[in-house]
């Protein structure tokens, strides 16, 4: 059926099945990517002081739930509407940069390097 589609289809409607196909690609190899840093995360949180654990497991929970908005749709086979767009480049720009930079800081501020500006030039 799938590619009785894509040879015979309208071109709107053969470029909105490659666009779900894009975007099942896309989940798929992100989904093995949170995969692999959740288990590295479970194999060596002993090892990790408390608030750097912390750090990665704030960044393996907001990837998850970006995630977990994507997967809805690709398991329906629907693109997410623009408002799911939105909320997930909204998490992915904005709210995950930020966590990343807090982290960031923690981390620095753990091995002494607090006194050091960043690359943006602030501390």
Known sequence: MLKKLIWTGVTEDRDELYRLFDLQRAFDLSYKEWCE???FLSIRQIFFEAGIFEGFKTLRDELSHVLTLVQVHVMQGQMPNMTIRTE????LRVSLNARIDGFGAVIRARFGFS???T???KE
């Open 37 to 39: 840093f959740k288990n």
């Open 119 to 121: 690359p943006t030039g």
């Open 88 to 91: 997930i480049q909204q998490r």
């Open 115 to 117: 006194g050091l500006a």
